[in-house]
Nanobody, 123 residues
Framework: QVHLVESGGGLVQAGGSLRLSCAAS????????MAWFRQAPGKEREIVAA????????SYADSVKGRFTISRDNGKTQVYLQMSSLKPEDTAVYYC????????????????WGQGTQVTVSS
């Protein structure tokens, strides 16, 4: 069982940066692949980035490649999303998610979810 809590969201101007954090409880965090999803108003939840349990492999949505970076610190049981060159279309609630084993890109692949943190990018 993993309990996830996101933080770091807020209001930022276009072109700015934010770093989201996801704190995980549970002794087996290092065996979980992690991902960040987001959901904009009126839209379906979509994957933003994913990282393997060991951190050696990552995957990004085309819309954020080159701007966002996912990372993790298994010692601190944290996963991060560094967001740069933010655009108004990045405005959404961002969710941290986890699953045992290898990562996936589908929402249904993940068993554990945080409550979400709001990111608003003004133009």
């Amino acid at each position: 069982q993993v309990h996830l809590v996101e933080s770091g969201g807020g209001l930022v101007q276009a072109g700015g940066s934010l770093r989201l954090s996801c704190a995980a409880s549970g002794r087996t965090f290092s065996s979980y692949s992690m991902a960040w999803f987001r959901q904009a108003p009126g839209k379906e939840r979509e994957i933003v980035a994913a990282i393997s349990w060991g951190g050696s492999r990552t995957s990004y949505a085309d819309s954020v490649k080159g701007r966002f970076t996912i990372s993790r610190d298994n010692g601190k049981t944290q996963v991060y999303l560094q967001m740069s060159s933010l655009k108004p279309e990045d405005t959404a609630v961002y969710y941290c998610a986890g699953r045992r084993g290898d990562y996936g890109i589908r929402e249904s692949a993940y068993d554990y979810w945080g409550q979400g943190t709001q990111v608003t990018v003004s133009s």
